[in-house]
């Protein structure tokens, strides 16, 4: 099922879709590789591209990471309309070279902008006050930057879609993914569950539905990781008795359930798009 044929071009006009991604430790004991999680990242980006939506990612400028990847993408599709957000915390665009960045935006062009921001998540010019060299920062700063730069992140979006996730072995005060995941329960957007690929976005399905989660076994030795015990603790707190209709994705629980199993990227891509295009037709998105 393709959504674009199903849905207007235009369905998600206005609307900037958020990817919350990283690399799952689950995938060697699912049978899977790196290369079949990239195709699930590329086939979601291309469906929010094809329905006018745009995209938005977190993360780091390494030539073999995600957005790296992302921007690939785009410009396979020749949208050229700025339909793709980097967000850069503090703690990273402060370890680039200012040469670097500017590579970056100049290969971007019209498919998107970078936004750096300070230890307070406000936006900065990133050749302020510095000189090309990283300047580098304190240990200490890394966290509260982290948290900025995904409390900007949600309040840009309007549907998040989490896959993967690191345990363990992340930067920040718990896993990227579930503080993302948190912070978009608490500001009401639509979140969707690609758990198929294991990792912290399966732990958030387990919490949610512990049927949904029982296709995969759970790890004998769950991480004694404080903060993923915090943030699975507070996720709980959060969820309470909702279930599925915490993530007021536009998913029935049957569809919820598919999302959270598969791994195959054009069903993934087909259940966003679907929930995606039925908030957008029922005026459940709140353009700014």
């Not at 978009?184 to 399905?205: K, M, N, P, S, Y």
Request: aromatic fraction near 6%; hydrophobic fraction near 45%; charge should be neutral.
């Amino acid at each position: 099922m393709i959504m674009g044929d199903l849905l207007p071009p235009d369905t998600l006009r206005n609307l900037r879709v958020g990817i919350s991604a990283s690399a799952s430790p689950d995938l060697a004991r699912l049978g899977l590789m790196e290369e079949h999680f990239q195709l699930a990242l590329g086939e979601v980006a291309r469906t929010v591209l094809v329905l006018g939506g745009g995209l938005q990612y977190c993360g780091h400028l390494a030539p073999t990471g995600y957005t790296t990847f992302l921007i690939g993408e785009l410009k396979r599709y020749g949208r050229r309309d700025d339909p793709f957000s980097i967000v850069l915390a503090w703690s990273v665009h402060r370890t680039l070279r200012i040469s670097d960045l500017r590579r970056v935006e100049s290969d971007l062009g019209l498919l998107g902008r970078i936004s750096c921001l300070d230890l307070t998540g406000a936006l900065v010019d990133f050749a302020g006050n510095r000189g090309d060299a990283p300047p580098g920062l304190p240990d200490e700063q890394i966290g509260p930057s982290l948290t900025a730069m995904r409390r900007f992140a949600i309040a840009e979006t309007r549907g998040r879609v989490l896959i993967g996730g690191k345990r363990s072995g992340y930067q920040g005060v718990m896993p990227g993914v579930l503080e993302e995941a948190l912070l978009a329960l608490a500001a009401g957007q639509a979140i969707f569950l690609a758990g198929g690929f294991g990792g912290v976005t399966h732990d958030i399905v387990r919490i949610i539905n512990v049927g949904a989660a029982a296709w995969m076994p759970a790890v004998d030795d769950q991480p004694a990781d404080l903060g993923w015990q915090t943030g699975t603790h507070a996720l709980r707190l959060a969820i309470a008795d909702r279930g599925w209709s915490a993530l007021s994705n536009g998913l029935d629980d049957a569809e919820n359930m598919r999302l959270a199993a598969t791994h195959r990227p054009s069903e993934i891509a087909a259940l966003v798009g679907l929930g995606l295009g039925r908030l957008a037709r029922s005026g459940a998105f709140k353009y700014k």
